[in-house]
């Protein structure tokens, strides 16, 4: 079982003017996939404090899968993905492809997602959007492959080639 660790970014919701409902969906998901959440968060649209809750969780160890909700639209306080950017190590862009791929057969505006994914020390970092119904869609379309990606990150058996599913 993986630690996981759910981020909403919002300033509606951190000021309490709106109940965050992203958050709660996403870590349910994950519950229901087998991670044990072990820590969930709102933060207000403001980069260093997204950078921050990512850069501590990762360093500390605290969730091998960190997954943030919010704030990669065009709007101009949207800085998720550049807080995501700025304290991952490596990314992983097939991620973001992926889940722009299942959307875009939902909407075309899935093409406007700017969410984006990468790795800080052993812990994998995923953006999705802040609307409950995108992020569910997004989660759902790489949900299954994340486990073995988590597997390899911790220094685990890296042959997929051998894999069938």
Do not use: W
Not at 55 to 72: Q, Y
Not at 73 to 90: H, I, K, L, N, W
Not at 124 to 152: C, D, F, T, Y
């Amino acid at each position: 079982m993986y630690r996981a660790a759910v981020l909403t970014v919002s300033d509606r919701s951190f000021r309490g003017e709106r109940p965050d409902a992203g958050g709660p969906l996403i870590a349910q998901m994950l519950r229901d996939a087998g991670y044990d959440v072990v820590l969930t968060a709102i933060v207000p649209d403001e980069q260093a404090e997204i950078e921050a809750f990512l850069a501590d969780a990762a360093d500390r160890r605290v969730a091998e899968l960190i997954v943030t909700t919010g704030g990669t639209g065009f709007a101009p306080r949207d800085v998720t993905p550049e807080a995501t950017m700025a304290v991952c190590q490596r990314m992983t862009p097939g991620i973001p492809e992926a889940m722009r791929y299942a959307s875009m057969q939902v909407t075309n505006r899935a093409m406007l997602s700017r969410s984006q994914a990468g790795i800080r020390e052993r812990s994998l970092i995923i953006n999705r959007p802040g609307s409950p119904k995108a992020a569910k869609e997004n989660l759902e379309a790489v949900l299954p492959a994340l486990a073995h990606g988590l597997e390899m990150l911790a220094g685990g058996p890296a042959d997929c080639a051998s894999l069938t599913n």
